[in-house]
């Protein structure tokens, strides 16, 4: 199969979750110069999913290109803005990630960290289907929320 | 006034302070090539001290380089340390810079984001006296010692 080749069908139902609507949303606002114009939900979102035939194309050591780099801040924005629409907090993402592809993800919640993730192998950043990045989003929406809850004094302060 | 010319006097009963001690240990971890070798005290924080004389021979836009950017990091890792001291608990900076020198530092210890600073014109990082920076850590430390106090559970999560 031919990495150029879509994976991801028009028809596929998880293009119609909330957080796929979310994603396209991020990846359209990091695209400054319209790239995107006039292209398919399916054929924006397709780059986020990296099957097993894609991965073995992609080194195992190298170094995030900007193009990957802008697909990893959409996606935590993207966390972020539906932490935000579930909470009705603010919630703010922050990235470090260092040339070689490592770092951490946060997601602040008023003076709480709600999401924090170590990041490796970011030049090979994706997930093994729609369903598989909808599903490991919303658990960590679901776990932020859990958080914010838990500890609401100090996510509203 | 020359910049070159050292501003912090070798008697300055500022350098036994505990922060001063900390920062100098952060400075000299960072010191990758070994240029603190022999330097006294002084000598090794007088670049954190920006006087008005030094200040305006800096021009107001600038891109941070290297070493302005490493001085930044040990003053938030000596922060971090310093808190790490006080209340028993692991504190992580996280820093994020853009090449033109805005930015943010934040200071968690658990989930708890103790200390969050906007950084703006970093090129011109630096305090007018080893005194108030001091003064001003120990603001920064004190209020991170609260807000643990405050939301103790987040902290310790």
Not at 40 to 57: C, F, G, M
Not at 68 to 73: C, D, E, I
Not at 93 to 118: W, Y
Request: hydrophobic residues 40%; charged residues 30%; proline residues 4%.
């Amino acid at each position: 199969m031919s990495v150029a080749e879509l994976v991801v069908e028009e028809t596929d139902p998880y293009l119609e979750e909330d957080f796929v609507g979310e994603m396209l949303k991020q990846l359209r606002a990091l695209d400054a110069y319209d790239t995107y114009e006039g292209w398919s939900k399916a054929k924006i979102v397709d780059p986020l999913v990296l099957t097993k035939a894609r991965k073995q194309e992609i080194p195992v050591i190298g170094d995030p290109d900007e193009i990957t780099l802008s697909r990893v801040k959409a996606y935590y924005n993207a966390i972020a803005t539906s932490i935000e629409k579930d909470c009705g907090l603010m919630a703010v993402p922050m990235i470090n990630i260092t040339h070689e592809g490592f770092g951490r993800a946060l997601v602040m919640v008023g003076k709480l960290v709600v999401v924090d993730k170590t990041l490796r192998d970011i030049h090979r950043f994706g997930f093994p289907s729609l369903k598989k990045m909808c599903e490991q989003s919303d658990k960590l929406i679901e776990k932020a929320k859990g958080l914010i809850e838990k500890y609401n004094e100090a996510a509203n302060d």
